[in-house]
């Protein structure tokens, strides 16, 4: 039987690929064939996630891709030691629940620099010549937030939005270079960036929120899943869009 989702041999960058839906994303990858390679800040925490996954000939970069200015160096590097890109997966970011009150302008650019500025130059540059196969995919990983409003979140959901909104502009842009670029917009996901965002803000926002998350707590293999359908051929006629992967989050 032909399966519909399949990497074999191809190229796929992960960034952010050290814990939670970056980690699983990895790993899920790697089942359907894809050579993996994998970029965050913790070594350590690479090295472990290398030695989980299947097969062959998966690489792995320490880099804090927070520094804007290190990202050009980085895809240069890593094009040159694994092979152009057949995929890139961008799911670092970081959650920041504070009031506007402290909502300063230094904060501001912190979350930006990891959620949207690094996001959006780790596109320009794996997108140069020479750098990317044909048919190259991308997907970033968004958040509900970009679309529902919620208390003390504003710098966070901004982030989200600003990535959302570039997709959507990408798409066009891209297209010339028969790239396909997409986003997913997950809700509650059990990882540890959720513990702390649950930590921070009280049992009774997780509550509320998860009462509208009609199928229950998402885990990292959920987006994981969606991801490697956009990343395969079966979903070359998708570009552009924000995917919602939330149990129902956002239906009402």
Same mark, same amino acid.
């Given at each position: ?30 089942? %359907? ?16 996630? %290398? ?22 160096? /980085? @895809?240069?590097? @890593? ?20 009031? /506007? ?30 750098? !990317? ?33 570039? @997709? ?68 070359? !006629?998708?570009?552009? @869009? ?11």
């Amino acid at each position: 039987m032909k399966t519909i989702i399949d990497l074999s041999d191809k190229n796929i960058l992960v960034i952010g690929a050290s814990s939670g839906i970056g980690r699983q994303t990895a790993i899920t990858l790697s089942q %359907i064939g894809a050579k993996v390679i994998l970029v965050a800040r913790n070594e350590e925490r690479l090295q472990s996630v %290398i030695c989980e996954l299947e097969g062959a000939g998966h690489h792995y970069y320490p880099c804090d891709v927070s520094k804007v200015e290190t990202i050009e160096n /980085l @895809i240069k590097t @890593i094009v040159a030691e694994a092979g152009p890109l057949d995929g890139l997966v961008y799911t670092a970011g970081m959650e920041a629940p504070v009031p /506007l009150t402290q909502a300063k302008p230094d904060r501001v650019q912190e979350v930006f620099d990891i959620n949207y500025f690094a996001f959006l130059e780790t596109v320009r540059q794996a997108t140069k010549k020479g750098r !990317f196969n044909a048919g190259m995919r991308i997907v970033g990983i968004s958040s509900v937030a970009s679309v529902r409003g919620e208390k003390s979140r504003v710098i966070y959901s901004s982030s989200k939005g600003a990535m959302d909104a570039a @997709i959507r502009c990408l798409a066009v842009e891209l297209a010339l270079k028969e790239i396909c670029i997409n986003s997913i917009e997950p809700s509650m996901i059990d990882t540890e960036m959720y513990l702390r965002f649950a930590e921070r803000l009280g049992e009774g926002s997780v509550t509320y929120k998860a009462n509208r998350q009609f199928l229950g707590m998402g885990q990292p293999q959920d987006v994981a899943n969606a991801v490697a359908f956009l990343l395969s051929p079966a979903s070359r !006629f998708i570009t552009g @869009i924000s995917l919602p992967v939330d149990g129902g989050f956002t239906s009402c």
